[in-house]
């Protein structure tokens, strides 16, 4: 999707760099955020088509997919793109689903880590299979609700900073985008707050003005543990304390386990206050500790993702290590196309391997990477 001559809209807040009149591929999802992208995008004068991916499979358990992604958010989806007069697409994405997301997510509670799919799913389906699909449809952009703000910077290159509502700012999730996908891709709400979002839906009549959102994974009926309990063998292990070996309680599986955990640990010993501090998948151990032990001051990331040139990372960030969690400064050890590592000004607590480590600069998301394992010194 080649990006033509630009010029700036005198309507609505479009980054100075996209092309008037284009063709855009807006994701709908049944929510009242891509209601309103999809409006705003008809109102700026773009050629807007309204696209939903198809995740659920035919055969899905009737309390699976009901909060969103679901055939109740695609008929929704589709009135929205109606009552906003834009064609409609149901695209089927039910194979790269199960492929690059629940299959993956499944198999990191196994291996002892705590994924996290919605980073997945916009790297790899959302911001990859969908930029593909919108060439194909003769795209020139790709549209979405989320609270993230495209800036077009001097020279033409193209940068993701938080949305203007911090309540709401999804930027942690699309650290992985393709670098080279930047350019083509549009968040028409990215500079408003939720409360404004519901008042244009309002404005426009949207169906979906008053729509809840959506906290849970879209594909987990109940609760993970749950979820992961069908298709993950449970097996009896011991908990034992980090510093001294001692046991101090069973367990069914380290599935069912997060770094940081305090609550839901049934020690031998009730009165024991004490936080999970690893997973040892091999010998089936989960190691618990205090407070303390569940601090982290270094931290390794793998699979890296950089939105700038590796050269420009600068020597001191800002990151976050899970979603809402609130910016800290880390100083760059070391950072290549494999991975980097990271030192904290303040230890953090519970850096959960599998989660993402997040970095930014100021506003402007830099990339980000899948956070690594401790190797700790454990008892005999």
């Known amino acids: 999707m080649a990006v033509e001559q630009t010029t700036t809209h005198s309507s609505g807040n479009v980054p100075s760099g996209v092309k008037a009149g284009a ?9 009242v955020d891509s209601s309103v992208s999809a409006a705003l995008l008809k109102q700026q004068g773009f050629q807007v088509v309204g696209a ?17 992604c679901s055939p109740d958010a ?31 997510f499944l198999a990191e509670y196994a291996a002892g ?3 996290n799919p919605c980073v997945n799913c916009n790297t790899k389906v959302k911001f990859d299979e969908l930029v593909k699909k919108a060439k194909m449809l003769g795209c020139d952009y790709v549209a979405t609700g989320h609270y993230v703000k495209r800036v077009d910077e001097p020279g033409g290159a193209v940068a993701f900073h938080r949305g203007d509502d911090p309540r709401k700012d999804q930027t942690y999730f699309l650290w992985g985008t393709p670098r080279e996908a930047l350019p083509y891709i549009l968040f028409p709400v990215g500079e408003l707050e939720k409360p404004r979002v519901r008042e244009i839906a309002a404005e426009h009549n949207l169906l979906t003005a008053q729509k809840p959102e959506s906290q849970n994974i879209c594909f987990v ?5 749950e979820f992961v309990a069908e298709y993950v063998p449970q097996q009896l292990g011991q908990m034992r304390d980090v510093c001294t070996g001692e046991v101090l309680g069973e367990h069914l599986g380290t599935q069912f386990y997060t770094l940081g955990q305090k609550k839901g640990l049934n020690l031998f010993q009730s009165h024991l206050v004490r936080h999970v ?10 190691w618990v500790g205090e407070y303390d032990d569940c ?4 931290l390794k990331a793998e699979t890296p993702n950089y939105l700038i040139d590796l050269a420009d990372l600068p020597s001191e960030v800002d990151v976050m290590v899970r979603y809402r969690a609130v910016p800290v400064k880390a100083k760059v050890l070391h950072a290549d196309e494999h991975g980097f590592e990271l030192e904290f000004t303040d230890p953090q607590f519970a850096v959960a391997p599998g989660q993402s480590a997040v970095l930014y600069a100021g506003p402007k998301l830099l990339g980000g990477g899948l956070i690594a394992d401790h190797v700790r010194v454990l008892p005999e």
Request: charged share 25%.
């Open 277 to 286: 501090v690893h997973l040892d998948v091999a010998s089936n151990t989960v």
């Open 113 to 115: 880590r705590t994924p």
């Open 52 to 68: 939903m991916m198809r995740f659920w499979p035919d055969d899905k358990r009737t309390d699976t997919f009901d909060s969103c």
């Open 295 to 298: 601090l982290w001051r270094t």
């Open 74 to 104: 695609a008929y929704e989806a589709r009135r929205v793109a109606e009552q906003v007069g834009v064609p409609f697409y149901l695209l089927d994405y039910r194979e790269a689903f199960q492929r690059h997301i629940v299959g993956p």
């Open 23 to 31: 063709r855009v591929l807006c994701a709908m999802s049944g929510g």
């Open 221 to 225: 009926p109940g609760t993970v543990k």
